[in-house]
């Protein structure tokens, strides 16, 4: 997948769920498709991006650890 298509699906699924992509998207798509192999560039064990963790993180943090998805303001 290219990086351009990878960032308008993430855009459309963060806005499905009420989230925003944040400042530093572009940096963290481009990680997660080249050093990460599209898994989650946090922790690639994690699995692909978005990984199952990104919801209780951004609940609790406000964004998911890697910073790819933040909360609305």
């Known amino acids: ?19 925003e992509l944040s400042p530093f998207a572009d940096r963290i798509i481009n990680r997660c498709l080249t050093a990460c192999e599209g898994h ?10 978005p990984c199952g963790e990104h919801e209780r993180e951004i609940a609790e943090m406000g964004h998911c650890h890697c910073n790819l998805f933040v909360q609305k303001k």
């Open 1 to 19: 997948m290219d990086k351009e298509h990878f960032k308008h699906v993430v855009a459309l699924y963060a806005k499905a769920k009420g989230y």
């Open 40 to 49: 989650c560039p946090c922790d690639v064990s994690r699995g692909f991006c």
